[in-house]
């Protein structure tokens, strides 16, 4: 196997390699986000659904706490009511006030019902009926049973300390309950039976627990919560296969893209090697005339058998010209195939050197003086060789067409400055005015005629240098010429990669 083969297809996989990470990213960060949107909507909706489960359960505690908060003032304004005496009604030991018990004429025994005794019986039918607990308490009661139990002792703290209501999700065997509980405030008509005790109007005197089954709130909220789930879920899916179907659709843009690039990078090429075709020919041309006359001579001097050491020196000569024209050949063949996007380790100046031996001939034509000057202290780029290429040649071609057919000279000098490999090319044209120099790199932006320029080839030039994350910069003055300065980075990772001199030869 060719181990030159071997170094192009590793460089080959490493840029494939290095793709496709990209490629996951940009697929993964959209899937990702959206999965975190509706992650999080999901559960700013299991939020709302608790707390509309616990503003039911307040509101539903809070309306019973007010209906019975109703009936007590109801009684206490009329300073009790009275009812039979049953075994359901017994005379209230509790109450001391005149007259709690009496007969009426009829002989009907009678016993005097307060808001507490009230309260107690409302709620024994409450837990009959609905299985909802009403219990009056206080810190300090009056009736042993009305001893507050530990969260409703918290609760009656908490309301001697400016709080208004208290609820919470409770668990008693193994059931579970929703408890609200608020304080009873002393009224006026509360007086008569509690001012005794100290009390005045405005201060709190205990309160009234709820306590209510909470299966029902929980067992519709949970169903809320599963609809959401398949919900969400939906919304997942659908949102994946849309990113999925961009991302496809994205990609077969791109790869068009890509390719549309490719072909006018390529076309543009074309176009250069054509304005070339004049200056090639006759480099051509030269070579190939001297190295016919010798073999002409060659071929008398066989026929007479009169050869000579000056012969041999022709002969190597004639191969020297062979020589120059295989590399000629071959520096155009390498120029002209369709780039593979693949970047070496390029040295800059022999880089920009092919470049100038095809075209400095043709500025010699045109009476253009060419100067070059290379730093020899430049290390290895890394680049697509023909890429560089094209934008040297293009630049160049535009510094030609700057100067036009009085004559001038162009400058072309390669340096270090840091971390970064410049390229200068400098001409005494005509140079741009002012007002071109911030469009002169935008696509079909152009000053030249329709028949010399389409106005693409700067902006090219501009994505080539960007795509090696490099910049392409221009200072021109009108009269004077224009110098556009080619920036690349130097190559700063330690470990092998092929250079241009590993490429196989095709």
């Known amino acids: 196997m060719n181990l030159k083969d071997n170094g192009h297809s590793a460089v080959n996989m490493r840029n494939e390699s290095m793709d496709r990470p990209k490629s996951w990213k940009v697929w993964l960060l959209p899937m990702l986000l959206w999965l975190f949107l509706i992650s999080g909507d999901l559960v700013w909706n299991f939020f709302l659904i608790d707390n509309n489960i616990t503003a039911i359960a307040n509101d539903k505690g809070e309306s019973f706490f ?9 009684n206490a304004r009329h300073g009790g009511v009275y009812a039979m005496i049953t075994k359901d009604n017994k005379p209230n030991p509790y109450l001391e006030v005149p007259n709690r018990d009496i007969v009426t004429v009829d002989g009907l025994e009678l016993t005097m019902v307060n808001p507490a005794y009230m309260t107690r019986q409302i709620a024994e039918i409450a837990k009959e009926k609905n299985d909802i607990v009403f219990h009056i308490t206080s810190l300090t009661p009056i009736r042993p049973e009305n001893a507050a139990d530990k969260w409703e002792t918290t609760a009656l703290v908490g309301f001697e300390n400016g709080e208004n209501e208290m609820l919470e999700l409770t668990v008693e065997n193994s059931k579970k309950f929703f408890r609200y509980m608020a304080p009873l405030v002393v009224k006026r008509a509360c007086i008569k039976c509690h001012g005794k005790h100290g009390y005045k109007v405005g201060d709190i005197r205990g309160g009234i627990s709820v306590t209510m089954p909470a299966e029902k709130l929980l067992t519709a909220g949970f169903a809320q919560k599963r609809n959401q789930i398949f919900l969400h879920l939906g919304f997942l899916i659908i949102g994946a296969f849309c990113i999925f179907y961009f991302r496809i ?3 077969r843009y791109w790869v068009s893209l890509k390719k549309s690039n490719e072909q006018l990078r390529h076309a543009g090429k074309l176009a250069s090697i054509g304005k070339l075709s004049a200056s090639v020919a006759h480099e051509f041309n030269n070579p190939i005339f001297g190295i016919r006359n010798v073999l002409l001579l060659v071929s008398k001097k066989l026929a007479t058998g009169n050869i000579d050491d000056d012969d ?5 000569a004639a191969v020297k010209e062979c020589d120059r024209v295989s590399g000629l050949i071959k520096t155009l063949r390498e120029f002209y195939s369709p780039s593979k996007g693949v970047k070496l380790l390029i040295d800059i100046n022999e880089t920009v050197n092919d470049i100038e031996l095809i075209y400095s001939k043709k500025l010699k034509e045109r ?11 430049i290390p290895q780029i890394e680049a697509v060789p023909d890429q560089i290429k094209q934008v040297v040649l293009n630049l160049l071609q535009n510094a030609e067409d700057a100067i036009g057919d009085g004559g001038g000279k162009i400058s072309l000098t390669t340096e270090l400055d840091g971390s970064n490999v410049f390229i200068h090319i400098k001409d005494t044209g005509s140079g741009i005015p002012k007002e071109d120099i911030n469009a002169i790199f935008d696509p079909f932006f152009t000053t030249k005629s329709e028949s010399k320029g389409t106005g693409l080839g700067l902006s090219v030039c501009h994505g080539i240098i960007q795509s090696h994350k490099g910049d392409i910069k221009v200072k021109s003055k009108v009269g004077e010429g224009a110098t556009f300065s080619v920036m690349l980075p130097i190559w700063k990772d330690g470990k092998s990669k092929p250079t241009t001199r590993d490429k196989p030869d095709k």
């Open 312 to 316: 041999k020196s022709l002969v190597d």
């Open 66 to 74: 007010k209906l019975v908060e109703i009936t007590r003032i109801w």
């Open 367 to 377: 009476k253009i003086e060419f100067d070059k000057l290379y730093d020899d202290n």
């Open 249 to 251: 659709c994205s990609h």
